[in-house]
Every structure is written in structure tokens, then in C-alpha cells.
RNA sequence: GGGCGGAUAGCUCAGCUGGGAGAGCACAGCCCUUACAAGGCUGGGGUCACAGGUUCGAUCCCUGUUCCGCCUACCA
């Protein structure tokens, strides 16, 4: 007995605050250029300021930690570098709304301040999703943490910038773009979420100029841009129509003509009337058909960054203008609607569903606003990108999601970079008042380029939050600077993230990465799933179903959470989180804890293994556990390599609960209280080995539990290493794979479960310790099963044991049988229910000659057994064998039961 | 409209390259057996969505159908 004890239960949160420290103090997270050894590198997608850990992140960094820790076990130089987004446009609007409980709004304050007043916010509640993932137990270098605007990677975003303007693939203009009316910016394509929602169609009836007897009906959906209309499009075909291009109808409200133009693009012969109204500055169809047909015309402006009506729209009728200017888009619908029914123009409404476009920060509808932006010209920049992928230099995991990204990439638009927020990297452009040039730098200006006037203003609005992110995995390496790290640590290794940034996020970090480093910027996306409730939702704080990882670490740990997420991260598939599920691995956990107080109840304090781990003294369970040890580690060392994180959890845990806790500890209960000192020690050395491999197996995915009973265990257990999380990862020793052991253990294992089988349907307590005949079914089987039979004893919980080829079942027997031997057991104190006993054979010989007849069947087809592989059918035909004695033998009891 | 994924035990899901259907939870029975009741042992329960096809053989491969997700798209 070793003086070394553990408490019963498995107490995390303690566990977890001191080893977390001990890590940090010393320095285990923290990695620094070695060219003697080869690098893995990961950054984190930084999490917004805003944020605080939400499932996803939990999963993210979880599944990032493993990888992680693995890596670093296995004695990379492993580098994982931590950080945080400034996101703008959620952070800003944060940060207004705390301002709008005070009655201020931004514009109160003025821009200097509120930065300010978001410097404040950051600094007082940023830090907190960073705790947050401490908690998880990250292993990040948080001596590298950054901020996407910290000053280093402040340079390097104006740098990229000014190249790319440099380059012309930086560009301004006045574009048709998506604005949010309540947010107060442009978006990007990608900023805007569908939804299907269900609204009205109406039809509104133009006059043709030359004949008002004639009407043109258009149908739309948003009446109340007819306004702006600079055209009705038809079918150039349309048999309709088509003599009435080039004439023009009279603009109900308004003293204008527009054209009829034929457009074949625009229009679609079978939708609504097959007349289309013409919005240009309201529709981004419309915006293109208005460049296509009369482009002089395409830019009539109405509404303005507030969403209202504004009164310079050319030739509205005076009446209806006073009504409408000034109006919300909404109001003004109703307005016009009302106008157009009143004077006779409207013929009818329609329901009618169609998707809306909507702001993915705040949800509100989007309106496509005409209006100078900032683009990047991304088609040159996806060209590359797109052959990265091809080409395997980039390789998406799972695979299919590649699609995805080439689907996006291959009909990539201009990207708006610019938003008309405060909080941001402004963009480094200053207008000249004087002569008008723009001039775009490094530095701060104070004096146009151009004229070298002095009355120059910066540009107000800020670059995309998305733009600084597309930077990361090489400007938190001190690019622009050409630094050691980056000539290390770059390309990183993998890049761990869910798909619903594949677009914002991952295309645009490998292109960036190869226009400024020439190189891709990881090798491998690892793409996870997203968690849902229970019920599949996605999770949100409005639907009330969110799940705080912090509260489910509070009470069940933080490894069992860890390993719920690793065991539910199967690929392609949303993951349905639940509390129950954890808590079934916060039992895993108390199992471990328990079998190593087992393991440490049954050695000396100044234990050591053998050095051969299997010497002469070593039992067959001793080889079997040693042996199927290492084709654990070759399991999940190969699920780690190839991110199947749900199998290194499920062999993990089938290995461990199943075989090393159900079967190994209570076979070796004999071994180690063998009275030769040898054959303990051997079992012994089983026993712990085991168990200290096990533990730095599992210690990526559960590093809290791993670290602090791998720190009870006796130094000569443990190797040299001060921390199991810089021990190395366990590699597997062919030497030690015995299948001739693991064949061996077999009879002895499934003559156990016959006779458990026996006693739970017979009702049998535990504490019973009943006699058992067995008959084996060969030569080899007996000598085997009487090798073994102790084990068999004492795990069915047995008094005696009588093995013998012709052994006849006792009266008042119960019988059952494996396919390497026919089990009778004797229970003389109780007698058995003749009955009782009978139908349970009958049923366990109705289940076998089912089998038998389907391979009798399979066995008589001449295709199968000519076509077939020849293992197959020697494995079959020897199956139907071993069915077939196991059958007779039962029916000789049967019989024998009368 | 296009694309992707799913449909396997009451629930949640595994099942990698085709060869007698698995786990966890839940449920039922017997047990406080000296690591663990957050536990042990045992048991019940599935024409693997439907219809065809390929094959000696299909949960797995192919085609089609139905129902669910999700992504994407400018149907006025």
C-alpha cells in the first residue's frame, strides 16, 4: 500500500485554478523561435471585444487546445497565439447603447470622445472573454496576445492599404451598396442576411405618353420607389410589348416621361405582368439595367442616410412631394400606395412572400443606397486564392467545404471596405479642398500630395472590421516587420473555425496572405460544426436557449465540458449541446479519478515499473491490457492527425471505461495480491503504465484532471518531465503488441459473460457464489480455459469451477454458451425453476439456429462461395461451425432438463 | 432557382475504404461485491426514410422520390 491517497469523488474547481497557474508560472504556453525544431502554429479567430465565450467559442477553442497541447507533447515548437477583434460595428453599437441609458448619443460626444468613451469600454469589459478561455484552460501564449487595433497591427493595416491602393486594387466610388439605416453604414454583400418574409405585390398601371387609353401595369413589391423610376423594362420578345419600346409612359405622380427600353436580362416573360419598373438608385437588378440601357439616367437619388424621403427627386407633382418629403420609407409606402389607389393607378395587391435583406448586427432591413464607397478590386486577389485551394496548398477539412469556398470565390464581388462609423481603422485618405485630390499615405498627412495646400480633411469613414481580420494570422507575427517569428511561424499550421466565416473571414485571410507574403496562410482549415440547443436551434439570447459554458464548467468541470465538445465534434454535423450529455462525462472523469486511486491503493510509495514492461511474470491479462494499449495510442494518435476529435473521445473512453476499468482492474485484483513478489510487481507495472499513458493520452482533451494525478503518482512512474502537459505523448511500442495474448484472453472473457448472462436472468445476487461446470468446445479452448479459469472465478463471482471436454450438465444447473465453450452453472442452495430454465434455452437456441440459418444460406449460395473473398468465406464457414456445436451442446441440456 | 448535409434503438448520435447492426442517455431487473452508487452486473428494444439499380452480398455505391436542416441567389 502506498501512503499516496485520493479523496472518493473528483473535486474540478480547485484542481483547475492551481494547475492553470502553475502552467503560466512556468511558462509552459509560451514558445519562442528554435530553428532546431520544426513549428506548429495556430492563431486564434479572435473573438470579438463585445463577446463574452459563448458555446461556439468554447468549441473553437477547445478543439484548438487539443491540437495544441498534442502538438506540444509531441515536441513541436507550438506556438498558439491569442487575441481579440475590435469589431466595429458591434462594439460601437455596444458601446451607444450603454451611452443611449445615459441619453447620449454618439453625436453629442463627437467623434474624438467616443472613441474614447470605447477605449474605456474596451478596457474595462474586453479582458473578459479572455478569462473566459483561461477557464477553458487554453493554452495560449498570452505573451503575444494582440488586438486587432493595437499599434502594431494598426501599421500593418494602413500598409496593406496603401499598397494595395498603390496597386489600384484599392478603389472609391460612388456604387449602389447596402445600407443599414439604423447602424448608419454601408455593409458588404456578405453583412446582409435573407429572410423570407411575407409582404405585398402591387400593381401599378403607367400610362403610355402617346395614348393613355393604353396602360403599362408593372408589379412591385416596394411602390413607393416608383418615384425614382427612370424606365419600365420589357421582354424584348414579348409579343406584348414589344412595339412598345422606345416609346415612353407618363410617371404616375410626377410630370415625368420615362422610357419603355427592351431588356431580356432584367425581365423574366413568366413573373408578374412582364413589365418591370425601372428603380436604378433603389435595386441592384435595376441598378444594372439602368448602366445596360440609359445610363445618363440611372442616378436619381431619393432617399438619404436616414431612410427618409428627400424632396430633390426631379419632377414629382407638388402635392404629392409635400406629403411624402421628409418621410420614412415605410410611412412613405403607405403614402404613396394611397396616392396611386386615389387617382386610379393601383389595380390590385397580391400577397406575396419574398426574401428581405437584413443588417447582421442589428437586423434591420437594409436598403441599397447609392453612394461613394471605398472596394477592393478582389478579383485579381482571388485568383490565386482560388489556386491555393486547387492546388492542396490549402486544404479544407472536411473536404466539401472547399466547394463552398470556390462556389464564392469564383463569382467574388468588389468588396465595400468602407463604414461610416467611428470605431475602426480610419481609413488613411485626405481630400484636398483645393484641388480635389485624393491623397492616400503611410503617414499622417498634413498637406495634399497634389498642390501641397493645407486644407486637406482625413477621410472619415473607417475600413470593414473584417479588413484587419484578413491580416491576422501575419500581423500578429510583427508584419510589416520582417521578424524572426514570421520567418518561423508562418505559414501556420491550421486554422480552426466554423463555416459561417468561410466568406468573411477565411477566403479573404488567403488572399491576403498570398498577395503579401506569397505564401498561403495555414495549411489546413479544420472547419467544426455549429452548436445548437437541443431542439437544433442555433443558440441566441432572444430565444432564451443559450447554454454558458461558464456555468456548465461551474458544475461539472471543465474536462468533462472539454470532452463532451471533442466527443460531439463528429464532422459534418451540427452538434446538439445539452447539460445531461456533459454530465455522463463528468462521470468519465470521476472513473479515472477512481481507477488511479485503485492503481496508487496497490503500489509503494517508491514504486518503479520493470523495465520490460512484460518479463516471465506477467499474466495473461498483464500482456493483453499492455497490448491493447498500443493500439489505443495508434488510434488516437491517427484522429488527432486527421482532426476526428470525436474518435480520439470515443476510443479514449471505450478503452479506459470498458476495458482498463471493467476488465483490467478487477482481472489484475488477483495478480496483485499474488504472494511471488515478481508477479505483482509485473501486474503492478501493467497497472500503472497503463494508467500514466492513459493519462497523457487523454491530457489534450482533459488537462486538468490528467495533470493533477499524474502529479500524485510516484516519481519512477512519470519519467523526467515537471508537468504531464511538456511530458511526451505516448507513441506506441510494436513490441508490446501481442495478439497472440489478446486471442488468448478471449475464452476466459466471453465464458465470464455466459455465465453473468446466467445469473442475471436467473436473478442470481451478486453475493451468491454458485459452482460452474464448463464444457469446452476443443482441445485448444480447454487448455486455454483452464490457463485462465481463476479469472473466471473471480469475475462471475464463482465458488468452484470444473472444466471438462465430456463434462455433463449437473442437475439443477443453468446453462449457456460462448463459442468457446458450453457454461453450466450449479445452484445447489437455490435449485432453478425447471421451467424457467427451459424457456431460456429455448430462446438462446431459437437466436443461435437463426444464425445458423442465415449461414447455412449464405454458405450454400455457389456465387457467394466462388465470388467472394476466400477470408470471408473461411471465416464464415468456421462461424457456422462453432453455431453449430454451441447448438447441439444446448440441446443436450435441453434434453437432459427432460 | 442553385448547392450542401441529414433521415440508423424511446432520445442524441457513431458506423473510415460494401461481408453476421453499435455507443451514450433513458427504461426494466438484481446488487451499498474491499477504486468508483457520479458505481457494478444483466436485460428489453431497430424490415438502417421509401422505390428501383449495380453486386455472390448494400445501412454503406448509383438513380429517383418524400420529409427535415443549412448555405447561396437580383424572381420585379
Known amino acids: ?50 463577446g463574452s465565450l459563448h458555446i461556439g467559442h ?33 462594439t460601437q453599437n455596444v458601446v451607444e447603447r450603454q451611452l ?79 445600407w443599414c439605416p439604423r447602424c448608419h453604414t454601408a455593409l458588404s454583400d456578405i453583412e446582409v442576411e435573407h429572410e423570407e418574409e411575407k409582404g405585398k405585390l402591387y400593381y401599378i398601371s403607367y400610362p403610355l405618353s402617346q395614348d393613355h387609353n393604353i396602360r403599362l401595369t408593372v408589379a412591385t413589391t416596394r411602390p413607393e420607389t416608383m418615384l425614382g423610376d427612370t424606365a419600365v423594362a420589357v421582354h424584348p420578345l414579348d409579343p406584348r410589348y ?32 412582364g413589365a418591370v419598373k425601372v428603380t436604378p438608385a433603389h435595386d441592384f437588378n435595376d441598378y444594372e439595367a439602368g448602366q445596360r440601357q440609359i445610363p445618363n439616367l440611372a442616378r436619381i437619388k431619393m432617399l438619404d442616410d436616414k431612410a427618409e424621403i428627400r424632396p430633390d427627386i426631379p419632377d414629382v407633382l407638388p402635392d404629392v412631394l409635400k406629403q411624402i418629403a421628409g418621410k420614412p420609407a415605410k410611412k412613405a409606402r403607405g403614402m404613396v400606395v394611397e396616392l396611386l ?38 478579383a485579381p486577389l482571388a485568383g490565386p486564392a482560388i489556386k491555393a485551394v486547387e492546388s492542396g496548398r ?6 466539401g467545404w472547399e466547394n463552398t469556398y470556390f462556389d464564392w470565390m469564383r463569382n467574388i464581388k468588389d468588396w465595400c471596405i468602407s463604414r461610416q462609423i467611428w470605431w475602426g481603422h480610419r481609413i488613411p485618405a485626405w481630400y484636398c479642398d483645393d484641388c480635389g485630390t485624393i491623397t492616400v499615405s503611410r ?155 485503485f492503481a496508487l491503493m496497490n503500489i509503494e510509495d517508491n514504486f518503479k515499473p520493470n523495465a520490460d514492461l ?52 478487477e482481472l489484475s485484483k488477483g495478480s496483485l495480491k499474488d504472494e511471488n513478489h515478481s508477479v505483482r510487481k509485473a501486474s503492478q507495472t501493467a497497472l500503472f503504465v497503463t494508467l500514466e499513458t492513459i493519462l497523457r493520452l487523454l491530457h489534450p482533451t482533459m488537462p486538468f484532471i490528467t495533470e493533477e494525478i499524474w502529479q500524485k503518482l510516484p516519481a519512477g512512474t512519470r519519467g523526467t518531465a515537471r508537468s504531464i502537459m511538456v511530458s511526451p505523448f505516448p507513441k506506441a511500442d510494436d513490441t508490446l503488441i501481442d495478439i497472440e495474448s489478446e486471442r488468448y484472453m478471449q475464452p476466459s472473457m466471453d465464458t465470464t459473460l455466459v455465465i453473468r448472462n446466467i445469473r442475471g436472468e436467473m436473478n442470481i445476487p451478486p453475493s451468491a457464489r454458485p459452482e460452474a461446470v464448463i464444457r469446452p468446445q476443443n482441445e485448444e479452448a480447454r487448455k486455454i480455459l483452464e490457463e485462465t479459469q481463476t479469472y473466471i472465478t473471480s469475475l462471475a463471482g464463482l465458488s468452484k469451477i470444473h472444466i471438462a471436454m465430456d463434462a455433463a450438465a449437473p442437475p439443477g444447473s443453468a446453462t449457456g454458451a460462448s463459442s468457446w465453450a458450453v457454461a453450466s452453472l450449479v445452484l445447489p442452495e437455490k435449485g432453478i425453476d425447471i421451467n424457467a430454465e427451459r424457456d431460456r434455452l429455448m430462446k438462446e437456441i431459437a437466436k443461435i439456429s437463426k444464425d445458423i440459418d442465415v449461414f447455412s444460406r449464405k454458405l450454400s449460395n455457389k456465387d457467394f462461395v466462388d465470388k467472394a473473398p476466400k477470408a470471408v468465406v473461411e471465416k464464415d464457414t468456421l462461424k457456422l461451425e462453432e453455431f453449430k456445436v454451441k447448438r447441439d451442446k444446448l440441446e443436450q441440456s435441453l434434453k437432459i432438463l427432460g
Not at 394 to 399: A, I, N, S
Not at 468 to 493: K, Q, V
Not at 635 to 656: G, K
Open 242 to 273: 414589344k412595339d412598345l419600346v422606345g416609346k415612353t409612359v407618363d410617371l404616375p405622380l410626377t410630370n415625368r416621361k420615362i422610357p419603355i427600353v427592351g431588356d431580356s436580362i432584367l425581365v423574366d416573360l413568366e413573373f408578374g405582368t
Open 394 to 399: 490549402v486544404q479544407f477539412v472536411p473536404k
Open 100 to 178: 443611449a441609458k445615459e441619453h447620449i448619443n454618439r453625436y453629442d460626444l463627437g467623434r474624438e470622445k467616443f472613441i474614447e468613451k470605447v477605449w474605456e469600454w474596451k478596457k474595462e469589459y474586453g479582458g473578459r472573454i479572455i478569462g473566459q478561455l483561461k477557464r477553458l484552460g487554453a493554452s495560449c501564449d498570452w505573451q503575444r496576445e494582440r488586438f486587432t487595433m493595437d499599434d502594431g497591427l494598426s501599421r500593418a493595416v494602413r500598409e496593406v492599404f496603401v499598397t494595395l491602393y498603390e496597386e489600384g486594387l484599392i478603389y472609391r466610388g460612388e456604387r449602389l451598396i447596402n
Open 443 to 597: 503617414t499622417d498627412r498634413t498637406a495634399c500630395a497634389q498642390c501641397a495646400s493645407k486644407n486637406i480633411r482625413q477621410e472619415t469613414d473607417v475600413l470593414d472590421t473584417w479588413f484587419s481580420s484578413a491580416l491576422w494570422p501575419f500581423s500578429t507575427l510583427g508584419w510589416p516587420e520582417r521578424t524572426r517569428d514570421l520567418a518561423f511561424y508562418y505559414p501556420t499550421s491550421a486554422l480552426v473555425t466554423s463555416f459561417d466565416i468561410i466568406f468573411f473571414w477565411v477566403a479573404r485571410m488567403i488572399m491576403m496572405g498570398l498577395h503579401f507574403m506569397d505564401e498561403v496562410p495555414f495549411r489546413y482549415v479544420y472547419i467544426h460544426a455549429l452548436v445548437r440547443d437541443v431542439e437544433g436551434q442555433k443558440m441566441s439570447k432572444s430565444r432564451g436557449n443559450v447554454i454558458d459554458p461558464i456555468v456548465m464548467i461551474d458544475q461539472y468541470g471543465t474536462d468533462a465540458f472539454r470532452f463532451t465538445l471533442a466527443a460531439f465534434a463528429a464532422q459534418g454535423r451540427d452538434i446538439k449541446m445539452s447539460a445531461e450529455r456533459i454530465e455522463g462525462y463528468r462521470n468519465f472523469a470521476n472513473k479515472i479519478w477512481n481507477a488511479s486511486r
Open 341 to 378: 389607389q386615389e387617382r386610379g393607378y393601383l389595380m390590385k395587391t397580391e400577397n406575396h412572400a419574398h426574401s428581405i435583406g437584413k443588417c447582421y448586427r442589428c437586423k434591420s432591413v437594409v436598403e441599397p443606397y447609392l453612394s461613394p464607397q471605398w472596394f477592393v478590386k478582389t
Open 614 to 665: 512484460v518479463n516471465e511474470y506477467s499474466t495473461p491479462a498483464d500482456k493483453w491490457i499492455l497490448s491493447r494499449l498500443q493500439a489505443v495510442i495508434k488510434e488516437v494518435s491517427s484522429a488527432l492527425t486527421e482532426y476526428r476529435f470525436n474518435d480520439v473521445a470515443s476510443s479514449l473512453y471505450q478503452f479506459i471505461w470498458h476495458e482498463y476499468c471493467d476488465w483490467y482492474v
Open 1 to 50: 500500500m502506498s501512503g499516496i491517497e485520493l479523496q472518493k469523488a473528483y473535486e474540478p474547481k480547485s484542481v483547475e485554478e492551481k494547475w492553470y497557474a502553475f502552467w503560466l508560472e512556468k511558462g509552459y504556453f509560451h514558445a519562442d523561435v528554435d530553428a532546431d525544431n520544426e513549428p506548429f502554429s495556430i492563431v486564434i479567430p479572435p473573438p470579438n471585444v463585445t
Open 58 to 90: 468554447a468549441l473553437n477553442s477547445t478543439l484548438q487546445d487539443i491540437l495544441v497541447r498534442w502538438m506540444r507533447m509531441s515536441r513541436r515548437n507550438t506556438l498558439w497565439i491569442p487575441g481579440t477583434d475590435h469589431a466595429g460595428i458591434a
